[in-house]
């Protein structure tokens, strides 16, 4: 059983990391960080790369796809390859799934038309443009098909996929072994809980955030 | 202003990459991933490789320190050349923070003799036999030492930090940015609230986790 991690440049470390480090810890599962190229990818910031170690091609039917968002998903949408190889791997797969803007790639390939998903909250217009559904939950799953919100809801997303896969009680071994029992020092992680200055900040960042 | 955060054979991802993705965000500082030689360290899994971009040697006297564990750390703990290197930062830094079982490494190079300090849950009686003062809390302080618990917690170290340094609404700024609303589907991320059945099967394996 193969798990597909899709890195390409300007990703953002975390939207990857964090299913990797939950989900990725399946029995008898190999997770696969795969890109159009082998080699390194720089994040959005720059200042760190993770390796591909696989093209796309050498994994053509993972049973379960993660396509991590960040700024540099804005120059991925009309990449043919990529949108491609979303296709046909979904073909296969069991679970299809994405982390904040990775749901737009997703969604650009015409895998989330009329189902309902989520991305980074400054991005469900754009995903409702692309044909799918947006909610406010922080994971979504449509079927087979699981999306979740910004960056570090990847963490989440992983906990629960791996529940439904292995059993509660195993992702509740990966939970305590990751010691998973966040205590933020503020409570401004949603639109809904931040203060507005600090939410209209952002949204006139939006350009800068997501692309 | 730089940040260094060090990399070695084995360490956890998610300790390096929740600090980068949080701290990492502090304006006009520069995150450089540091490790003995440059070029890419393979995680705990072997699934995933993060490049190292500069060596120990060429990043002397940074700001910030950040070591992460993982059961590589294991290996490190009488290596001279990264153990006095974390001395001589430690000497200049403003700020000397570790991730899990980082915590150990900074033992080991004497800078937490007498100090509060804490780590992985599995790994608080070891950091007690090294000198420090364990605690119970997710995210310690003393002094300019901050060590936090296993693996996720340095996302709410890194938050935290960034509050002290470019204030709350900076930092929350970065939460709301990074979607950090976290909501786990179980709630058994520390020792205290889950199962016992779960505590005692991870501290069966603990030697499988921490080494």
């Known amino acids: 059983m193969q798990i597909a991690i899709v890195l390409y440049d300007r990703f953002t470390a975390l939207d990857a990391v964090g299913p990797y480090e939950t989900l990725g810890r399946l029995p008898d599962a190999e997770t696969v960080f795969v890109a159009e190229r082998t080699g390194p990818f720089r994040t959005d910031t720059g200042t760190l790369a993770l390796t591909a170690d696989r093209t796309l091609a050498e994994v053509p039917d993972p ?11 804005s120059t991925q949408m009309d990449n043919a390859p990529l949108l491609d190889w979303l296709r046909t791997a ?10 904040c803007t990775g749901s737009l790639l997703l969604a650009a390939a015409g895998l989330l038309t009329g189902r309902r998903a989520t991305s980074h909250w400054l991005a469900l217009d754009q995903l409702e443009r692309f044909g799918a559904q947006p909610t406010g939950e922080r994971v979504v799953f449509d079927g087979k098909y699981v999306t979740a919100a910004g960056v570090s809801s990847g963490i989440d997303m992983g906990l629960t996929l791996l529940g439904r896969i292995a059993g509660d009680d195993y992702a509740r071994t990966v939970q305590l072994a990751t010691e998973y029992d966040p205590q933020p020092p503020y409570d401004a992680g949603s639109p809904g809980k931040a203060p507005t200055h600090i939410v209209d900040r952002l949204r006139a960042r939006s350009r800068f955030i997501l692309t």
């Open 63 to 73: 049973a379960i796809v993660i396509v991590p968002g960040g700024p540099g998903q």
């Open 90 to 99: 979904d073909a296969t797969s069991t679970w299809t799934t994405s982390v």
